[in-house]
Each structure stands twice: as C-alpha cells, then as structure tokens.
C-alpha cells in the first residue's frame, strides 16, 4: 500500500451519526487531507449501518478516500467497501482475508512488539498503535510510546498509523516518529471551539 505523505489522516466516524454530519464530512473529505475514513459504530442495528455506510461510500469515492469498517469483515463485504480494521479481539486476520480478498486490513498492536510481528507476518496492510494521548472517543486501556513506532520501522515498510487524542497540537510529533497516519475523531467531531473543517484545516 502506497503512503501518501500528504493525505496523512485517518478519519474515524463520531458514535453516532445525525443528518448534518454528511454534509460536515464532504467539507472535511474535500481538503483532501485524509486517506481513510472508518466508520466506527458500536450502538447501532445492522439495517442502520448499512444505510449510513452507503451515503458515506458515495461521499469517500467522490473524494478518492479509502472506506473502511471496523470490526466487521461482512459488513465491509455487503457495503463493498474498501477494507476493514481489526481489533486484538476481533476475527482473525487469516479468516478476514478470506471474506475481503485483496481488500485492506489493518490490525490494532496496542503498543506491542510481538503483536506488530504477527500482523505484518499475516501481511496486514497497516498496523495501528495507541493510545498516545487522552482521547474523548473511548477508553483507554493500553498507553503506547513513540519508541514503539521507531523500532517497528525499522524493521517493516508497513505503514503505521498513531491514535488516541491526537489534536492540532501533538500531531506533528508523531508524524515526526515515523507515524504514516494519524487516527483522527474527537479532534474534528467533537471539537468544542472549531466546526469540523476549521478543526482539520489546522493539520498541516
């Protein structure tokens, strides 16, 4: 998977999705600073999720970013959507590249070494590292280190992408330590002091 040095977010859906969010997200798409754009729903019926993930495809394809689910390599398969991202607690990755194919993959490593071998030994197509901050978005239960970024990089061309609370004031330093993409939410959904274009127009 090419790295595009200057598309480098990684957009991930707010909880839950109200009507004027669609037209936020083609504003947001259009600055044409972001990769992929996840849709992350943990509180909703499948039906819902379908219906939501439709609009958001056309949006993503309009804008050439990358639409991903998460969690659920058959939701990706229904919608045809262009990949999904797996946590530690998901399906396995072997079981998933038998639904998707050659479609994207990406797995979760925490902040973990071992786990980062064996998503890039089952060539995953990213591996994503956090939390590296606070984050609005959920809990959290693992704090990684920019250490971990530097070390994995120098064994792997596997593009690597930071999360947790990263904001317009502590993203430069990761993309400094080897992060290709940065995951992206609470910073431009639930920005109390910026709209979701001016949040992401101070990404740089």
């Not at 956090?130 to 792997?156: D, M, P, R």
């Amino acid at each position: 998977m090419k790295i595009n040095k200057k598309k480098f977010i990684y957009l991930i859906s707010p909880n839950t999705i109200h009507n004027s969010f669609y037209n936020n997200l083609k504003l947001v798409l259009k600055t044409k600073k972001v990769s992929f754009f996840q849709l992350r729903l943990k509180n909703c019926s499948l039906k819902k999720k379908i219906i939501i993930g439709k609009k958001i495809k056309n949006i993503c394809k309009k804008n050439k970013v990358k639409f991903i689910i998460n969690d659920d390599p058959l939701l990706a398969l229904k919608l045809d959507a262009d990949g999904c991202h797996l946590g530690q607690k998901d399906m396995n990755i072997y079981i998933a590249k038998k639904i998707l194919g050659k479609k994207i993959i990406g797995i979760t490593c925490h902040n973990s070494m071992n786990l980062a071998k064996k998503a890039i030994k089952a060539k995953a197509d990213y591996i994503a590292f956090g939390a590296f901050n606070q984050s609005k978005t959920k809990k959290i239960k693992h704090v990684a280190s920019l250490k971990i970024l530097n070390k994995v990089k120098k064994f792997t061309k596997t593009p690597l992408v930071a999360i947790g609370g990263i904001n317009s004031v502590n993203y430069k330093n990761l993309l400094l330590n080897n992060a290709n993409y940065l995951a992206i939410s609470g910073y431009i959904w639930k920005n109390k002091k910026y709209k979701p274009l001016q949040a992401i127009e101070r990404l740089k």
